[in-house]
Structures are given as structure tokens and as C-alpha cells.
């Protein structure tokens, strides 16, 4: 019993956490293709859009090493600022979309342009407007996450099955 509460004493106690969505992300076009996740916060905008604040994945076989920072150009695309926004509708993304540095010394910046999405790769030595810039179909999708209360029931089960193996 005395276990039981301190588990509720420390359930009411703890820090609150700050929350972030993981997403599965991914598009593909002619002589393009990339995936990986990304987080970001927990609470859309305004507008829908979520904030990307951290990125995994490939582009091309080629290992993504960072997020552009948001308000940034990636190399080569300026004056064409990232704004690293996400929505869990259509489009998915902004005329500025994201940006990220490849492991092979590349950038690229998925964006929407109104009517479709495209990939702009920028390679070295980074000239304003020399990359590719391909058409994309994206698809971007929040992974379920278990709730909270689901979890502190698990947790307050474990926690009575622990109880009992203590009492025997």
C-alpha cells in the first residue's frame, strides 16, 4: 500500500514535459527520393502548421546531418528562407517548406508551391539557383502515440502486480 502511494504522490509531482510529435515523412519524384521523421511541437499555429525542430533520414542514400534553421536559406537558394513548417493536412507544407544538409555536403528545401510540391537540391559549390529543382508527390503523417492515460494505467498495473510479488 505504501508503494502505491508514493507512485500517485509522484505521478501528481513530476514536471511536466515538453511534448513533441513524431512524424513520418517521405517523397519521391523523378531521379529523387527521401524519407525519414522529423519532430516537432506539440501545438499547430494559427494556420495548422506544426514547427519541425529536429530531422532524421536519407535523401538519395545519402544520410540527412541537420535542419536548416528556421528563417534561413539553405546554401545556394537564397534569398528563399526555410520556415520548417508542417500540417497534418494538405498541402503538408509552406511556399518556404523545410531544409536540411546531407551528409555528402548537399542541401535540400521540399517546399509547395500552390499547385504542387517540389525538392530544390542545392549542391556545391552552392551557386544562387544552379540545383535541381524537382516535382515531388509528399506525404508527411503524425505516428500515433500511446495516451497518458493508457500509459499510467500500465504503470499503476505494474505497479500493483509489483506490490503483490513484495507481499509473498
Do not use: C
Not at 514536471?15 to 519532430?39: I, R
Not at 535542419?67 to 545556394?76: A, C, D, K, V, W
Not at 500552390?114 to 559549390?125: A, T
Amino acid at each position: 500500500m505504501r508503494l502505491l502511494i508514493a507512485a500517485a504522490v509522484l505521478l501528481t509531482q513530476g514536471q511536466p514535459a515538453q511534448a513533441l510529435l513524431l512524424w513520418n515523412w517521405s517523397y519521391s519524384g523523378t531521379g529523387v527520393s527521401a524519407s525519414g521523421t522529423f519532430t516537432t511541437n506539440d501545438a499547430p499555429d494559427a494556420a495548422g502548421f506544426y514547427r519541425i525542430v529536429g530531422i532524421t533520414g536519407t535523401d538519395n542514400g545519402a544520410a540527412i546531418t541537420g535542419l536548416q534553421p528556421t528563417g534561413t536559406p539553405i546554401p545556394g537558394n537564397e534569398p528563399y528562407a526555410v520556415d520548417n513548417l508542417v500540417s497534418a493536412a494538405e498541402p503538408r507544407l509552406t511556399t518556404h517548406g523545410f531544409g536540411f544538409s546531407l551528409a555528402n555536403g548537399d542541401y535540400a528545401n521540399p517546399f509547395y508551391n500552390g499547385s504542387n510540391h517540389y525538392e530544390y537540391l542545392s549542391v556545391p559549390p552552392y551557386k544562387n539557383g544552379a540545383g535541381p529543382e524537382r516535382s515531388v508527390s509528399f506525404s508527411a503523417a503524425i505516428v500515433p502515440q500511446p495516451s497518458a492515460a493508457s500509459l499510467m494505467l500500465a504503470g499503476l498495473v505494474g505497479l500493483i502486480g509489483f506490490g503483490r510479488i513484495l507481499m509473498l
